[in-house]
Nanobody, 122 residues
Framework: VQLQASGGGLVQAGDSLRLSCAAS????????MGWFRQAPGKEREFVAA????????KYADSVKGRITISEDDARNMVYLQMNSLKPEDTAVYYC????????????????WGQGTQVTVSS
């Protein structure tokens, strides 16, 4: 499966932003999908994951209540709605896919997309 992330940009603290990830290739609904981010000088970290067929979503504690992951199976898209953005949300955001939701949460995934830069100014 190929993944293409988009939607990043420069915003101010408190703003909202929606990232999109377009998936192509094998049957989209077979995969669990997720988002990760990597800030300058830091390790890549898990943000959110979803397996909609199971009605299951997972979030990092640092983003709970501010960020929502969703997917549109008809369009093979995964979205990351980010509200009340903070400067510490500044990072390159990556989408990822794997057959296992657990693998996505752990970051041990088969498929990665390229990143999209999100910069939050204070």
């Amino acid at each position: 499966v190929q993944l293409q992330a988009s939607g990043g940009g420069l915003v101010q603290a408190g703003d909202s932003l929606r990232l999109s990830c377009a998936a192509s290739g094998r049957t989209f609904s077979s995969y669990a999908m997720g988002w990760f981010r990597q800030a300058p000088g830091k390790e890549r970290e898990f943000v959110a994951a979803i397996r909609r067929s199971a009605g299951n979503t997972k979030y990092a504690d640092s983003v709970k209540g501010r960020i929502t992951i969703s997917e549109d199976d008809a369009r093979n898209m995964v979205y990351l709605q980010m509200n009340s953005l903070k400067p510490e949300d500044t990072a390159v955001y990556y989408c990822a896919a794997d057959f296992s939701l657990g693998a996505v949460v752990s970051g041990n995934v088969h498929y990665w997309g390229q990143g999209t830069q999100v910069t939050v100014s204070s």
